[in-house]
């Protein structure tokens, strides 16, 4: 029998104001800071002691995620480059010969977005794909709203839910679960199939005959999307061809290459951190040859300011999470550091039988709730760390749990059903968020709750 403490219970309180919070649509880092400075001075009985651990805690946490941090800002100063030079809309063009339908148009944006989020990330690949492909899919008859649920679901559904090159999100789902992320990769495989089958199912269902008809009015990109910026693509120099065909081939053969070599996790990213900061080089040097070296720095500057305004909050609410986490919980405390939410889904398990179904229907409501702030990454660490849990307590498949919590959040809060999420898609889109939201809200609630169904026969 666990023996709950005074420090349990200021951790439960502070994670229950934490998903109150955001229910309400509050920022979380102030309370965060305040549950870390609580919990601190209760787990060490010195306040001065609990100062020192905010500063701590924050510190393990950056550290924990300092790899993902700058290859997201390498990989947005790759894309500020290419945008910069006009390199990105050449990436694309041989694309749009292939669009002819409106059912040609869904497939070639939604893979091309998902492609692209992969090893971007969905924000910068949103303007990227938006700006080259949106006009291509309004001509053929594809609504613009119905467009913008396209990229939104491929980029910020599929792509993100799984992000699979750049591992961010496994990886910070896999260490606050403390289980390996290729095992966390593989559990989602079978609940991000199910995701995408009925969700995108459902998608050509409910639209079909939108897709069989041109809409007049939709079928035209307003004046605040970027379809004018791109009906015409002027004429550009031999030097920035070459360099918008050596990008996308040279990903490629970094991807391949780190298939063949067996590399993973933090490996894959290193190999493909490599090749984006040589890609900034060497498309600086042939586009803008003596002004390369003030070129490449912005480039880095803007990238790193892109990669910390997102992470910023994710560093503050994980360190929260990570001290009830066992072994970072040890780091930040020393001996005296206890796995709290562990201790407490023990402690709840002789409450609430907590069994394959009561699991995985607690992990997806926490899921949902946790991504109502309109974040995909900032409430992954509670979401390993509630799985491994509930792992420990009810003896499940710790990495079927977290694959769960990580696909619920991120299609919630990642960009598929909030407004405040959506916000992207829908400016590059020139559709209203709310509009967005609700059109996503049935294919996407329809696949949540068939994923769910398969993580609880699959725990």
Known sequence: MVMLTLAHWIYLFFVVVILVSMVL???????CLVGMFAVAWSVTGSPFDGLRKIFTAIVVSSRELIDIILIVAVLAGLSSILRSVGAQDLMIAPLRRLVRSPFLAFWVVGLVMMVTSYFLYPSPATALVGAVLLPVATAVGMPVLYTASVMNIFGHGIALSTDYVIQGAPAITGRAANIPVPELMRAQIPL?????VVTLGCLLYTQRKQLKRASGSDAVATSNGPGAQVAQVAPVPSVVKFAAAVVPLAFAAALLLSILLGLRGGEATA??????????????????????????????????VFSISIFTRVIVIAAFFYMGVPALSR????ESGRGLLFDLAVALSGVVPLNQMTSGLLQAFMGILSGLDGSGFSNLPLMGATAAAFGSAAHLNTAVLAALGQTVTIWVGG??????AVIPVAAICGVSPA????????????????????AVLLM
């Open 192 to 196: 991000i199939a199910t995701m995408s």
């Open 271 to 304: 190999a493909l951190g490599g090749t984006a900061l040589l890609l900034i080089s060497f498309v600086s040097v042939c586009v803008k040859g003596r002004k390369s070296l003030d070129i490449v720095a912005e480039s880095l500057v803007e990238g790193c």
């Open 435 to 454: 509009d967005l939201a609700r059109f996503n809200w049935f294919p996407v609630l329809t696949g949540l709750a068939a994923t769910t169904a398969a």
């Open 415 to 420: 960009g598929c059903l909030v407004p405040w």
């Open 331 to 334: 780091t930040i405390f020393g």
């Open 25 to 31: 649509r509050r920022d979380l880092v102030l309370i």
